[in-house]
């Protein structure tokens, strides 16, 4: 495999999609995390071979602490 792609998505949206150049056998990449992704978001990495075979997988991660709204909470 020389490259892969990859899809972040979140509440059934695109958040994020690009490929990465595999350099070993082992391949590591940050992903910076947003607003949007919470509260749950899914990668899915794919790499189409050379004669067409799709090879996927996917992981689906929480994504707490991240929010655009100011939540308090009052109790009376």
């Given at each position: 495999?020389?490259?892969?792609?990859?899809?972040?998505?979140?509440?059934?949206?695109?958040?994020?999609?690009?490929?990465?150049?595999?350099?070993?056998?082992?391949?590591?990449?940050?992903?910076?995390?947003?607003?949007?992704?919470?509260?749950?978001?899914?990668?899915?990495?794919?790499?189409?071979?050379?004669?067409?075979?799709?090879?996927?997988?996917?992981?689906?991660?929480p994504v707490n602490g991240i929010s655009r709204n100011n939540v308090s909470s009052r109790q009376t």
């Open positions: 495999m020389e490259t892969f792609n990859y899809i972040i998505m979140s509440k059934g949206i695109i958040l994020l999609a690009g490929q990465e150049n595999m350099q070993r056998s082992i391949r590591t990449f940050a992903i910076s995390l947003s607003a949007d992704m919470a509260p749950v978001a899914t990668i899915v990495v794919y790499s189409i071979e050379r004669f067409g075979d799709v090879i996927a997988d996917s992981l689906t991660f």
